[in-house]
């Protein structure tokens, strides 16, 4: 683990910044960013992390949505993720649509990262990467699905909190060893599915809930700027 960085949030590096302002057209990607579960993409949650992504991305636009069972108002219980994938997919279309020549970046929390993964599979969807924030890699049953993960062949970055139940650290090493994609892992030590961290472990470690959070996105902007000068 990194060295923690100063309380203010803090940017991707200058020459990103100034790689980005020479060829908007190759670096400045669209993310579209997918819900879990539980909230909508108006959750504090999902804000807080859209504008975190959009920074350390230099992005043209993070994009939210919400799924069909989420909308009107009234909280239901999801569907399989599996009949969520159409719906996305079509999201993802029109975004890319809007935006042409630009990197598209499939990004999600928990199951809203798992349909991503699957909408990145189809024929007609050109993803560059995926970013799954808290990957739900474990089933109701206890079983770990992996299928879809792989499935993919674009590089994939996770962020997962140590004490996230639905994904522990150990078997997600187990996947990734076997996924055919590259793969980059950074984890919020301490932190639950959402990467809540405990008070006693920040007051242990000095830490504060804003700097994990730091490290976290800058892991993923490292990942992806690498990620993109390879392909």
Request: hydrophobic letters at 40%.
């Amino acid at each position: 683990m990194a060295s923690p960085p100063s309380p203010k949030r803090r940017r991707i590096d200058d020459d990103t910044n100034e790689t980005a302002a020479k060829s908007p057209e190759k670096s400045s990607p669209v993310v579209v960013f997918a819900h879990g579960a539980g909230a909508p993409s108006s959750s504090d949650w999902m804000i807080r992390w859209k504008d975190m992504l959009g920074k350390a991305l230099n992005a043209v636009e993070v994009v939210t949505f919400d799924y069909p069972y989420m909308s009107g108002g009234k909280k239901r219980a999801p569907p399989k993720a599996e009949k969520l994938v159409d719906f996305h997919a079509d999201f993802v279309k029109q975004t890319v649509a809007k935006y042409p020549g630009h990197p598209l970046v499939l990004a999600g929390k928990s199951m809203g990262s798992r349909v991503s993964c699957m909408v990145a599979c189809k024929e007609d969807i050109h993803a560059s990467a995926i970013v799954c924030l808290g990957y739900p890699l474990k089933g109701i049953n206890g079983a770990v699905r992996d299928e879809t993960l792989l499935q993919l062949s674009i590089p994939i970055m996770f962020v997962q909190g140590s004490k996230d139940a639905l994904c522990p650290l150990e078997k997600l090493e187990v996947t990734r060893k076997k996924m055919n994609c590259l793969s980059g892992l950074h984890v919020i030590d301490g932190g639950d599915h959402s990467f809540k961290i405990g008070k006693k472990q920040l007051q242990t470690t000095g830490s504060t809930q804003d700097q994990a959070e730091d490290l976290a996105v800058e892991a993923i902007a490292a990942f992806l700027l690498s990620s993109f000068g390879d392909r």
